[in-house]
């Protein structure tokens, strides 16, 4: 079956401008998982969802950050007022049952580029 | 909430070789705790994973060890082939928490 789907698979973007990045869950995954990796670097959690309802938000960097997911599938994470820093890989992720019960299975990621 | 810690940040090791790569967790109520490969370029993908039930899982040339007692876990992987070069992030959660990832490992396999 179909896996995790992102999109655009990247985005070149000016500094200041705001981008949104999508994400499709694997059908019927009721957890879905954001998560930032800089060139070279680990996997930076963001934000996770169970449903539509968003029960960590912990890593979210900043207010320029938010997310959203509506009827239990696509996802959309938005950046306001990029920064430079912000450039990096996108990851989403999903998994059939949230925490310990359930495999992550991740997309191809969304390469963003801030200039 | 969790921390997760992993060590080597490189490692490289002579085809045929073993290669160990080693994690600590902070949070004591983690109970899974996976391990993915990141090939340059592409997406993590799961390659073996442990739950707090059990202390040792083998899937052909890799295996993990979990002593909960220390709170770290292990990734073994023996026979080392070049295509085993990637990096190696372990992770950690409990039920209704996001997995939280180590830095993880690059490892490199010559021939």
């Known amino acids: 079956g179909a896996g995790v789907s992102q999109s655009p698979s990247n985005k070149v973007t000016e500094k200041g401008k705001d981008v949104e990045l999508r994400c499709d869950p694997i059908?019927?995954?009721?957890?879905l998982y954001w998560y930032r990796q800089r060139l070279g670097q680990g996997l930076e959690f963001l934000i996770y969802?169970?449903?539509?309802?968003?029960?960590?938000k912990s890593g979210l960097p900043s207010d320029r950050f938010s997310a959203e997911r509506t009827g239990e599938s696509v996802s959309t994470l938005t950046i306001q007022r990029t920064q430079q820093e912000d450039s990096a890989v996108y990851l989403c992720?999903?998994?059939?049952?949230?925490?310990?019960?359930?495999?992550?299975?991740f997309g191809p990621g969304t390469r963003l580029t801030v200039t | 909430g969790e921390n997760v810690e992993q060590h080597p940040s490189t490692l490289s090791v002579q085809e045929g070789d073993s290669a160990v790569i080693k994690c600590t967790y902070s949070?004591?109520?983690?109970?899974?705790f996976p391990w993915y490969k990141q090939e340059l370029g592409k997406r993590p993908q799961l390659i073996i994973d442990?739950?707090?039930?059990?202390g040792e899982k083998k899937d052909q040339r890799i295996a993990v060890t979990l002593n909960k007692t220390a709170k770290h876990f292990s990734l073994h992987i023996t026979e080392t082939q070049p295509e085993d070069s990637a990096v190696y992030f372990c992770?950690?959660?409990?039920?209704?928490?996001?997995?939280?990832f180590g830095k993880g490992t690059t490892l490199s396999v010559s021939s």
């Open positions: 992770a950690a959660n409990q039920a209704g928490t996001a997995l939280i």
């Open positions: 992720a999903s998994s059939a049952t949230s925490g310990s019960r359930g495999e992550q299975y």
């Open positions: 059908s019927g995954h009721t957890a």
């Open positions: 949070d004591s109520a983690s109970n899974y």
């Open positions: 969802f169970q449903g539509n309802s968003a029960p960590d």
């Open positions: 442990i739950r707090s039930n059990v």
